[in-house]
C-alpha cells in the first residue's frame, strides 16, 4: 500500500536543503576570499599593528585634543585659560587656587598641607588620632579663637581649596574691619554679596571664593 507524505514535511525539507545550499555558498565565499587575501605573515602583523597605533595616535593625540580645546575655548574661554584673575594687564592669581594670605587686612583661606605649593599640593593624610595634626588644630584654633569654624582649623583635600564657608568668612569679619579701620557692616554686606550658591542648587554648599572677595575688598578703597 502506499503512503502519501505528509505536506508539513516536505516543506520542511525544502527548507533544509534551500538553507544548507546557502550555507555551503557563504562558506565557499569565505574561502575564495581568505585565498586571495594577503598571507599573515609576522611582517604584515607588525606593518598592521604600526598603522593601527599611528591612525589611533592621530586621533586621540592629535585631533581629539585639537577638537575638545578648540570647543571649550569657544563656548568657555575663561575656564579654558585657567579662570585666571587680572588686575589690569597683571595675572594676580586663579580662581581655582588658593593662594596664602596671612596679612590680617585680608580674609584668609583654608589651612594647606603643602603651604598652597601647587607642586606639592595634596592632603597631609594625618588621620584624627595623629598627634600632629591635632596639635596643628589646636594651634590654629589659639590663633583664630575657639569659635574658629571647622574649615579655618583643616586643611582641604587638595590643599589649594580656594573657597571656605560663609561662616568662616563671617568670622574673620571683625579682623578685617579692624585692620582697615572700616565698618563691619560694609564688609558684612561684602562677604554676602560674594557668597556663590550650590551648584545648580543642589551640588555642593553655599561657599566663598576667597581670592574673588579680597579682590572685592581692595577695591572698595
Known sequence: MKTQSSPLFES????????????????QTA?????????????????????FVIVLTLLTGVIYPLVVTTVARVAFPNQANG???????????????????????YFWPRPSGGDYATVASGASNKGPTSADLAKAIEERRKLLGNSAPTDLLTASGSGLDPHISPEA????????????????????ALVE??????????????????????????QLQ
Open 12 to 27: 520542511n525539507s525544502v527548507e533544509m536543503a534551500t538553507f544548507e545550499a546557502e550555507m555551503q555558498r557563504i562558506h
Open 31 to 51: 574561502v575564495r576570499q581568505l585565498s586571495t587575501s594577503e598571507p599573515s605573515t609576522p611582517m604584515n602583523i607588525i606593518l598592521q599593528s604600526i598603522r
Open 83 to 105: 579662570s585666571l584673575i587680572k588686575v589690569g594687564d597683571k595675572i594676580v592669581g586663579s580662581a581655582l587656587l588658593a593662594q596664602k594670605f596671612e596679612n590680617p587686612s
Open 169 to 188: 568668612a563671617r568670622f574673620q569679619i571683625a579682623r578685617v574691619a579692624a585692620a582697615r579701620k572700616l565698618p563691619g557692616e560694609k564688609l558684612s
Open 193 to 218: 554679596k560674594n557668597i556663590e550658591p550650590a551648584q545648580f542648587g543642589i551640588f555642593g554648599e553655599p561657599r566663598v571664593n576667597v581670592l574673588i572677595l579680597n579682590r572685592a575688598l581692595d
